[in-house]
């Protein structure tokens, strides 16, 4: 079931949010570029049932979320957090960010880290230079009429019969899931279509992911990072978790078999126990 959005009125923001109650250090859910706090799914149901308090947003130009000032950088969404979390009266949250999220999470930490309990990153941007193609096209100019075109009625409902033929036969194949369906048909609403290029060109273009954390890992305490990656990701490749992982001696990276991108999607159950017992390990170490 989708969240139940919230706005809050931020500095030259409106930002969508939810809040289920809880106890405990909040989890904070930073979802992907195109995408809003809905694509959470069944996983987003389990932690929001796990008793303890989840916090999910749409990001800047996202889901329910205005524009602000125009500015869709991984800079100004971590600060957009940080001033949810001041409008909350929290603390400190534990993040669990995916793909671009992972990248905003990612951000964030570096500016705040005295606001983070422990980091998730599911399938992160900011760990490696290759993406998918499809992303660094929209980075191109006049990418935006192109896309246009792709989430035409037309375009979109042929889509949806060809996910509807293969499940006939029993087949699934991720390139048409009803998660692409439902982004695309989101991208017809002009402001999310220019939040979606706007925050594309700001950290991939036509060679691949121009922003990196990559030299800035040492700066996080590995033993309150989880990784979590399909190993059939065709988005952004697991190598770059593997690496991260390396390059964070007493991290833990957890591979999803035959997961896609959105593993929390693909398998959420095993997603849901992997951050469960992460949170466990963390709020144990530090009880010690």
């Known amino acids: 079931m989708p969240f ?9 923001l409106a930002l969508a949010y939810a809040d289920t109650p809880g106890t405990g250090t909040p989890l904070l859910l930073v979802h992907g570029v195109g995408s809003s706090m809905d694509s959470w799914g069944a996983f987003g149901d389990s932690v929001a049932a796990s008793g303890r308090r989840v916090i999910a947003v749409d990001l800047i ?7 602000g000032n125009g500015d869709y950088s991984l800079g100004a969404n971590a600060s957009a957090l940080r001033d949810l979390m001041d409008h909350l009266g929290i603390d400190r949250v534990h993040l669990v960010g995916h793909s671009f999220g992972g ?10 880290p ?10 992160s941007g900011g760990l490696g230079t290759d993406v998918h193609v499809g992303l660094r096209a929209a980075s191109l100019p006049l990418s935006e009429v192109v896309l246009r075109a792709a989430v035409s009625e037309r375009t979109v409902g042929a889509l949806t019969w060809t996910r509807q033929a293969l499940g006939a036969l029993g087949l699934r194949h991720r390139g048409v899931s009803e998660r692409t369906v439902n982004k695309l048909e989101r991208l017809r609403d002009e ?3 220019t939040g979606f290029v706007a925050t594309v ?5 036509p060679d691949g992911q121009r922003v990196q954390a990559v030299d800035r890992l040492g700066h996080l305490a590995p033993e309150k990072v989880l990784i979590v990656w399909g190993d059939a990701d065709a988005m952004v490749p697991i190598e770059h978790g593997r690496r991260a992982h390396e390059a964070l001696s007493g ?11 959105h593993p929390h999607d693909d398998a959420p159950d095993r997603v849901f126990l992997e951050v469960l017992a992460h949170l466990q390990r963390v709020e144990s170490a530090t009880r010690v």
Not at 114 to 123: D, H, K, N, Q
Request: include cysteine.
């Open 251 to 261: 991290s833990c990276l957890v591979e999803i078999a035959d997961a896609g991108h």
């Open 61 to 67: 130009g996202h889901g329910d979320t205005d524009g």
């Open 114 to 123: 005295e606001r983070v309990e422990s980091l998730v990153l599911i399938s």
């Open 4 to 12: 139940a959005r919230m706005t809050a009125a931020l500095p030259g």
């Open 103 to 112: 990248g905003v999470s990612l951000q964030f930490t570096y500016q705040f």
């Open 191 to 193: 402001r999310r279509l």
């Open 201 to 205: 060109r700001g950290v991939i273009g």
